[in-house]
């Protein structure tokens, strides 16, 4: 049972550009929420993260968004740059638990000269 | 900084052989984790610690064994290795218990099981 969902397994971007990363989840108990990015042969890189009781953080060019209702978080990178190409995860940590993250499958963001 | 440290980077092993991976952290974290990641897949966490002397499972703990007998160090040992242990290794560290406080993570140790 995948509790968290990243639906799409790769994504394609001019530079400059808006990307769009999206994750939703099925466990009512998650409250926090990361990004991580991933390039090859490295392990993942905390990029940005959000609490349950806000509804959008942002960081530079990047933003998260929650929508606690849809149980859906999107990651916006604006603008694109070639070197944000990598993988990125959605995680989720559930209430009250020793930072037990949960992964969603990634998506690979390409983002094209 | 060196942060998270792991040892070795690549590994081949027979099946049934055994070895430890390492890992250790220079942050004073109190919390350690790690993770196994499959071809496709994301991270699935193995064992985690909350401090040394305290380990516990996480949701795919079997083959695998964990010691905490410091701060720094955090070893995975696999006793009778099997192909479906092939996989990425990922150990991580974090300040606080809470997802407030991000995970660092390793470069990774990457096992081939034959």
């Known amino acids: 049972d995948q509790q968290v969902k990243q639906n799409s397994p790769s994504l394609s971007v001019q530079e400059g550009r808006i990307s769009i990363l999206n994750c939703d989840y099925t466990n009512s108990m998650f409250d926090y929420f990361l990004w991580y990015k991933k390039y090859p042969a490295e392990g993942p890189t905390f990029l940005i993260s959000?609490?349950?009781?806000?509804d959008k953080n942002e960081d530079g060019r990047f933003t998260v968004f929650l929508n606690k209702s849809a149980k859906h978080l999107s990651l916006h990178i604006v603008p694109s740059q070639p070197g944000d190409s990598a993988v990125y995860f959605c995680?989720?940590?559930?209430?009250?638990?020793?930072?037990?993250?949960?992964f969603g499958t990634g998506t690979r963001l390409q983002v094209m000269l | 900084n060196a942060g998270v440290t792991q040892t070795p980077k690549f590994r081949i092993l027979k099946i049934g052989q055994s070895m430890t991976l390492q890992c250790t952290q220079d942050m004073n974290h109190n919390y350690m984790y790690w993770y196994r990641q499959d071809p496709g897949m994301g991270l699935k966490l193995i064992y985690y610690?909350?401090?040394?002397?305290?380990?516990d499972k996480g949701e795919v703990p079997n083959g695998y064994n964990v010691s905490r007998s410091t701060t720094e160090d955090f070893p995975l040992r696999l006793e009778l290795a099997a192909p479906s242990q092939t996989s990425v290794y990922f150990c991580a560290s974090s300040y606080a218990p809470r997802g407030n406080t991000e995970a660092f993570f390793g470069q990774g140790t990457r096992l081939t099981v034959v």
């Open positions: 995680a989720a940590s559930p209430t009250g638990t020793a930072s037990k993250l949960t």
């Open positions: 959000i609490s349950s009781i806000k």
């Open positions: 610690s909350v401090g040394a002397g305290i380990t």
